[in-house]
Nanobody, 124 residues
Framework: QVQLVESGGGLVQAGDSLRLSCAAS????????MAWFRQAPGKEREFVAA????????YYAGSVAGRFTISRDNAENTVYLQMNNLNAEDTAVYYC?????????????????WGQGTQVTVSS
């Protein structure tokens, strides 16, 4: 089991940027594909972005493509989500997730370990 701790959330204005971080407690971090999901009040949890274990393959939800960038540092056991040009629709709790396979998935059921979430609030 991998423990995940997110950080970097906060309150920003529309058009601002934020970078989320997720630190993982595993010595084999590169064996895990990682992803970010988010859940807005009253809505289902939705996929945001995913990255393969080697950091070379990435995939984004259409709503964030071109604005968000997922990356990872396998030496630091950390995955990041750089969020630019934020808007009110990005307001949600953002969750980091780990999958016990090196190739990514956009399905939450493929991820076995989850962080506690970090709140991102964008004021318009």
């Amino acid at each position: 089991q991998v423990q995940l701790v997110e950080s970097g959330g906060g309150l920003v204005q529309a058009g601002d940027s934020l970078r989320l971080s997720c630190a993982a407690s595993t010595r084999t971090f590169s064996n895990y594909a990682m992803a970010w999901f988010r859940q807005a009040p009253g809505k289902e949890r939705e996929f945001v972005a995913a990255i393969g274990g080697d950091g070379q393959s990435v995939y984004y939800a259409g709503s964030v493509a071109g604005r968000f960038t997922i990356s990872r540092d396998n030496a630091e056991n950390t995955v990041y989500l750089q969020m630019n040009n934020l808007n009110a629709e990005d307001t949600a709790v953002y969750y980091c997730a780990a999958r016990g396979a090196s190739w990514y998935s956009a399905h939450s059921t493929d991820y076995s370990d989850w962080g506690q979430g970090t709140q991102v609030t964008v004021s318009s």
